[in-house]
């Protein structure tokens, strides 16, 4: 492995830079901007962990409107958060202490909000052909299994991690 590049001028190594695109590419997949990805994926295994607008943008060639934009996307989706900043005028950024877990809570209410939808979707159908019911039929089914399943799981975790 490479020895670490001296400052915040980029990233260390082509594992630590594969890493980084790795979760963009995964942010991709999930329909957010790879961007936010890829600066996740600096907080994540930056030391210290509290970064710069600037040293962000430093490690991943980016501007720093493109950071300041995406930052404020995690921000609102709870992993990462604001930290006080030793410089003025300057915002510091870290991955937030439970990111994750708070994360899977607003996908949770996001799949409790479709369940909704899937039983108003299964009313108004309700005298049409199985075949039809079917197709909202499933949906509704795996929303529900989630809604009665997935609490269970984070609230066991949140435990294991001391985290609630």
Same mark, same amino acid.
């Given at each position: ?116 939808? $899937? ?5 108004? &159908? *309700?005298?049409?052909? %199985?075949? @039809?019911?079917?197709? =909202?039929? /499933? $949906? ?5 299994? &989630? *809604?009665?399943?997935? %609490?269970? @799981?984070?609230?066991? =975790?949140? /435990? ?5």
């Amino acid at each position: 492995m490479n020895p670490p590049i001296p400052g915040n001028e980029s990233l260390s190594s082509f594992e630590e830079m594969h890493f980084v695109e790795d979760i963009g590419l995964y942010f991709e997949r999930l329909g957010l901007p790879r961007m936010a990805g890829r600066i996740l994926g600096v907080l994540l295994i930056s030391d210290p962990q509290e970064q710069s607008i600037t040293d962000i943008g430093q490690k991943l060639n980016a501007s720093k409107s493109s950071i300041s934009i995406m930052a404020r996307l995690l921000l609102e989706v709870g992993l990462i958060e604001r930290v006080p900043s030793p410089i003025p005028r300057r915002d510091y950024f870290r991955f937030k202490q439970g990111g994750w877990i708070l994360y899977m809570h607003q996908w949770l209410e996001l799949m409790a909000g479709l369940h909704v939808i $899937a039983e108003r979707g299964l009313t108004l &159908i *309700e005298n049409k052909s %199985p075949e @039809l019911r079917e197709r =909202l039929q /499933e $949906a509704h089914d795996m929303f529900s299994y &989630i *809604e009665e399943h997935f %609490p269970a @799981l984070l609230k066991d =975790l949140e /435990e294991k991690r001391g985290t609630k």
